[in-house]
């Protein structure tokens, strides 16, 4: 079984910066893109940004310039700079990947989400 475990989320301040990282494990062969999401309570969950399996990336307009997405195949994690953080930032923050198993099975997984709060 495949699971997402994300860490390094937290309280800072604005303008202040934090890193996420998320490492799939498990029965993989093989992961296309990875993603980051995010969600506050009342509100539906939207894209942060994502990367393929090749390296291309994809922002929500209203992070880019602030936030960075990249993955180290070779570890199977993905990870979420965030720079110039503001209050407006502040939800839970979700890991999400495609994964081929070895069994032959393509599936869409989710991390259980960490909280990243952005305050004075």
């Known amino acids: 079984q495949v699971q997402l475990v994300e860490s390094g989320g937290g309280l800072v301040q604005p303008g202040g910066s934090l890193r996420l990282s998320c490492a799939a494990s498990?029965?993989?062969?093989?992961?296309?893109?990875m993603g980051w999401y995010r969600q506050v309570p009342g509100k539906q969950r939207e894209l942060v940004a994502d990367?393929?399996?090749?390296?291309?990336?994809n922002y929500a307009n209203s992070v880019k310039g602030r936030f960075t997405i990249s993955r180290d195949n070779a570890k199977n994690t993905v990870y979420l700079q965030m720079n110039s953080l503001k209050p407006m930032d502040t939800a839970v923050y979700y890991c999400?990947?495609?994964?081929?198993?070895?069994?032959?099975?393509?599936?869409?997984?989710w991390g259980k989400g960490t909280l990243v709060t952005v305050s004075s």
């Open positions: 498990g029965s993989i062969f093989s992961i296309n893109a």
């Open positions: 990367i393929t399996s090749s390296g291309s990336t």
């Open positions: 999400n990947a495609d994964i081929l198993s070895w069994s032959g099975d393509g599936m869409n997984y």
